[in-house]
């Protein structure tokens, strides 16, 4: 909860929920209500949240998780946000590296699915230089799989 306003913040942003199928949080009861659900699912092992912070700070200016597991614990996806004035810093793509690792190396998942908007070209893009193909076409959203190489 100390870090309440940072994910307000983060989650009310036009630009940040333009391409995420999801309800923004406009107040900070929505915003309390986002973060008890998911302190509920990581303690029910149902996802992992990482907040992304610059080097220098502890503000929590994005966030990375792994969740929506399959039911063998072997397959999860990515999904990730950050505040449009971090865009295009590397923030995002050192967060997709971390989660693919801590997947594959932790949590010994066999496959990581991370699904975007098509218009999101800088999602697509992102997915693709870490390895990530293009799957399938899902309610009009892309998504896109890792594979665990042995």
């Known amino acids: 909860m100390d870090d309440l306003h940072d994910f307000l913040a983060i989650r ?12 923004r949080s406009d107040t900070v009861e929505e915003a309390t209500a986002f973060i008890e659900r998911i302190t509920k699912a990581i ?11 610059e080097a220098n700070s502890n ?11 399959s039911e063998a614990k072997d397959i999860g996806e990515i999904g990730y946000e950050l505040l449009p004035q971090y865009w295009s810093q590397g923030y995002i793509s050192e967060a997709v ?12 998942l066999v496959s990581i699915s991370a699904v975007t908007h098509p218009e999101n070209k800088a999602s697509v893009k992102l ?11 899902m309610d009009g959203f892309s998504e896109y799989v890792l594979n665990r190489r042995h």
């Open 12 to 23: 009310q942003n036009k630009e940040v929920g333009k391409y995420i199928d999801r309800p």
């Open 97 to 108: 590296a971390m989660m693919v690792d801590f997947g594959f190396n932790t949590l010994n």
């Open 43 to 53: 303690a029910n092992n149902e996802s992992v949240l990482w907040g992304i912070t």
């Open 127 to 137: 997915l693709q230089k870490n390895g990530f193909v293009y799957d399938n076409e």
């Open 59 to 69: 503000n929590i200016i994005g966030t990375a998780c792994l969740f929506n597991f």
